[in-house]
């Protein structure tokens, strides 16, 4: 734990909610690889972390956390059989795939506790030929940056104020009244994917045309968990 206070997990509540994470996945239309499982690697199933996938690339992390290294193994196995390109953040650099943001051809970079300065650097080099404009942002107050704000379809980034250092750094900006309505998955077209901790929020997504699918997370949300966290995006090469 780094910003909130630790509390027990129930394990078997994860599993069920994870269970129902990915069928809620599958009900809109994603097809879901289950990498191996890795019960010795405990924040393994924050999967997010270990990949950034940009067009048909995959940029293999090095986690700020040490001992969450070796998650990478099973994740690059996977991209490699789904036919990507794999390349790595390699020492000094570190990034978590939580901290990175993207939408349209802007990449957001937390730089905080997980991702220096170095990682940043290593990414934008990655990404900037695809055409990506990567543009690093501060993260204090939170583990990573999609743990504070993530976009809707038409790259209005969303957050809960307290949470978010400095919300100027958007184009545009929409405060949400819960922290965790800053989470959003985009299943498909305008359907989101949220938490169920944040009825307001997704009552407001509704009233602005969204619709919305709302499951229970709270078992990973005591780990500083969120919605993206489970799984890596990737929508064909």
Avoid at 160 to 174: A, I, N, Q, S, T
Avoid at 221 to 237: A, P
Wanted: charged share 25%; glycine share 10%; with cysteine.
């Amino acid at each position: 734990m780094t910003h909130i206070e630790r509390r027990p997990v129930d394990p078997d509540l994860a599993l069920q909610q994870w269970q129902g994470y990915v069928e809620a996945l599958k009900a809109a239309g994603w097809e879901v690889t289950e990498v191996a499982p890795a019960p010795e690697l405990p924040d393994s199933m924050f999967i997010e972390d270990t990949l950034v996938v940009y067009g048909d690339l995959a940029v293999v992390t090095r986690p700020g956390a040490e001992e969450r290294r070796t998650e990478v193994i099973a994740a690059e196995r996977g991209v490699r059989d789904a036919g990507y390109r794999v390349v790595r953040i390699v020492e000094p650099g570190t990034l978590d795939g939580g901290d990175v943001l993207k939408f349209g051809g802007m990449v957001y970079v937390g730089q905080g506790d997980r991702t220096n300065a170095e990682g940043v650097r290593q990414l934008a080099e990655y990404l900037s030929p695809l055409g990506a404009t990567v543009v690093p942002v501060p993260v204090t107050k939170v583990l990573h940056l999609k743990s504070a704000v993530t976009a809707l379809p038409d790259g209005t980034v969303i957050g809960y104020e307290p949470l978010v250092d400095d919300k100027d750094m958007y184009d545009r900006f929409m405060a949400v009244p819960e922290d965790a309505g800053s989470h959003v998955v985009l299943l498909e077209d305008n359907n989101l994917l949220m938490s169920s901790r944040a009825p307001q929020t997704a009552s407001m997504l509704r009233d602005m045309g969204y619709g919305v699918v709302r499951i229970d997370i709270g078992e990973f949300e005591k780990l500083e968990g969120c919605v993206t966290c489970l799984s890596v995006r990737m929508r064909g090469i």
